[in-house]
């Protein structure tokens, strides 16, 4: 898709809902700078989500959304789950998967893409919850990093599937008791960020949403790796504040809690040789495009 | 047993879909009024006389006419526009026609505001709200079309105009099939010439 398409007919702007008028005027399409500060301030690309108040997924999906590099050529991928409810809000293409079998779709999606456009820049990624991820689409995942496919992949870790009230997941923690899972769990969290980087991820991290300009760094990292070099893989911690018994207020600070130094969700990040030297590129790029555009504004305004 | 017919609601709350029914597509030049299939200008009569007597005919236009994505998608816009235009000159001073957008079919949460839009998903809202008795769908996706003209046609008494791009509606009241710029201001110009006479 072109951002030339992204215009209303002149017949109907007057009737089109100012919520679609507003996303052609007031978003960030095509801006190079976009990222989480835009949220507020420019058109965001979700809209009223339906998830609970206070779902720290909202805010993953908020900072995300903003921080994807080239919004109007990517095509997101979900799977079953909390993050399946906020798609329809979403003003980014996406496709919604059969349970588990995201990887394995965007694997096909990704390879039509290019070649369908082999001229243009388009980004898959993947975000899905971590039953869809790390259970019952643990094959498809690990597959798609074992055949070096291109796309990122974000698994949203809340620690049990949510959604339907509380079960347990492969990365649910040791011993937590939730409400479908009495006994709690006997085994051990799966590591799947390990697993990742064992698998040919170029560019794994571990982290929570708690810091917004972090999650940017993350997503445009990985988006930028997945593009040039091969898979990559983003672990965020977004807790259900119903399932582990916290209020709407509480979803920051539990985070914050949870990723204090030595605890399971302490910022882990693994960058392969090549992945390090794109990013070091690109980053070096960016300083110099800066540079340039301050200097410009200086200029001007002399 | 007695064939089908695709008659105005409120039919039942799960309409059956007409083609299951036996309710066939009209050929090129053809549409079809009630799964009577018609040649093309007498449909274009009947509908120009349902929208003249209507008292809020309403024009739906949705994402493939309402965006300017190609030339033929700007075409049809400045076509539905003059129909539009057809259509407020010619019906009687009691009429309040509409002019309502199909802006995307993401279900839509808590609500949809049904002065300003339509979803597919629940398009009895709008119709209800705004008392429309006769409506036309232009530039619907296909799948989106049949769902939202079913649910017209089981809950309300609207009578529902198809005019598609592709092969026609049997869910529809009336169909027109290879919707274009020119067939619109034909249709514009059937209103035109009917008016007053209805």
Known sequence: MSKERIKIAPEFRNIMPPEYRDLVDDATWGKVDRGWKDVGASKELIEEHSLCAGCPESMAFRYILSSLPNPEDTVMVGSTGCTSLVFPHVAVHNIHSLFGNQNAIASGLKRSLASRFPDQVKDVVVLAGDGATVDIGLDYTLQSWFRQEKFTTICFDNELYANTGGQESGLMQKGFVAKMAPVGKQFEKVRLPEIARESGCHYVVSCTVSKPSLVEKVVKNAVYVAREIGPTYLQVYTPCILEIGKQSMEGLQEMRDSEKPGLRFAYKEYVSPEAKELITEIATKEKERKAVAKAALAQSSA | ?198
């Open chain 2, 1 to 198: 047993m007695k064939p089908y017919r695709v008659l105005p609601g409120p039919e039942e709350f799960l309409p059956p879909s007409a083609a299951s029914m036996g309710i066939r597509l009209p050929d090129p030049d053809q549409g079809h009024i009630e799964g009577r299939i018609v040649p093309e200008e007498e449909a274009m009569e009947r509908a120009a006389r349902v929208f003249l007597s209507a008292n809020v005919p309403t024009i739906f236009p949705g994402p493939l006419v309402l965006w300017s994505w190609n030339e033929k998608a700007a075409k049809k816009a400045t076509a539905i526009q003059y129909l539009y235009d057809a259509i407020r000159e010619s019906v009687s001073k009691r009429a309040k026609p509409m002019l309502i957008p199909m802006a995307d079919y993401r279900p839509k949460y808590p609500k949809i505001n049904p002065e300003v839009e339509i979803n597919p998903n629940h398009p009895n809202l709008t119709i209800w709200h705004n008392k429309i008795d006769a409506c036309m769908f232009v530039g619907v996706h296909c799948h989106q079309a049949n769902l939202a003209l079913k649910i017209i046609r089981g809950g309300t008494d609207c009578f529902t105009i198809a005019m598609c791009a592709q092969a026609g509606h049997e869910d529809a009241n009336l169909t027109f099939r290879d919707a274009t710029p020119e067939k619109i201001m034909n249709f514009a110009g059937w209103i035109k010439k009917l008016k007053g006479t209805v």
